[in-house]
């Protein structure tokens, strides 16, 4: 095997071996705040269960502000995602990329069981189209970690290490990314903002 195809095939190789680290990484944080639910209080259950309803009834009685709503998940969600891809950059700024994936992935697995225990089985459905932007948005943060570390890496070798590479072609897409996965957050805060309470409002009825 030539250098060329032999560094190819290594580089291959290790974007794997980080693909799977990270993916246990995001299912571990999941599993964990599936089950941080059992050790909380029942104090900060029924905490739990009022925000629920509460947002429920918004719902239901039409009290809930699209508009501004929607302004702030795209605020929220740009900024949030353009400080990971900038992250990428930075290269010592990677550990915070991964906190975030991991705080990320402990998020939906809490709402995941909070919804579960509040309304128990009856509740699967609003669990589902509550899920969605959130699934959706540890999507574009794992994805953006995976690039942001595989670039910081790239960035790194070629800077300290002297080991040759296109940045030009990388930074090129490394920023298509960014301006994809920001595209992606706009339907996603759309879809909470607009769709998912017409789809909550024909459930939460059965529920609450």
Aim: aromatic share 14%.
């Amino acid at each position: 095997m030539n250098t060329t195809k032999y560094k190819v095939e290594y580089s291959k190789n290790k974007r794997r071996k980080l693909f799977k680290l990270l993916v246990y990484i995001t299912l571990i944080s999941v599993i964990i705040g599936i089950f941080y639910v059992a050790v909380i209080s029942k104090n900060e259950r029924d905490l739990i269960k009022i925000s629920f309803d509460n947002f429920f009834k918004n719902i239901n009685n039409n009290k809930i502000d699209s508009l501004n709503m929607l302004i702030n998940n795209i605020l929220s969600n740009i900024v949030v995602t353009v400080l990971v891809w900038i992250l990428g950059i930075s290269i010592i700024g990677i550990p915070i990329s991964i906190i975030y994936l991991i705080i990320k992935s402990f998020v939906l697995g809490f709402t995941i069981s909070s919804l579960l225990y509040t309304y128990s089985i009856k509740g699967i459905i609003i669990m589902l189209i509550y899920s969605i932007p959130f699934l959706i948005n540890l999507f574009i943060i794992f994805i953006l970690t995976f690039y942001a570390i595989n670039f910081s890496k790239m960035l790194y070798l070629n800077l300290f290490k002297k080991e040759e590479f296109n940045l030009r072609k990388m930074a090129i897409t490394y920023s298509k990314l960014l301006c994809i996965m920001i595209v992606i957050l706009l339907i996603s805060s759309i879809f909470s903002s607009y769709l998912m309470p017409i789809l909550l409002k024909s459930f939460t009825n059965l529920v609450i």
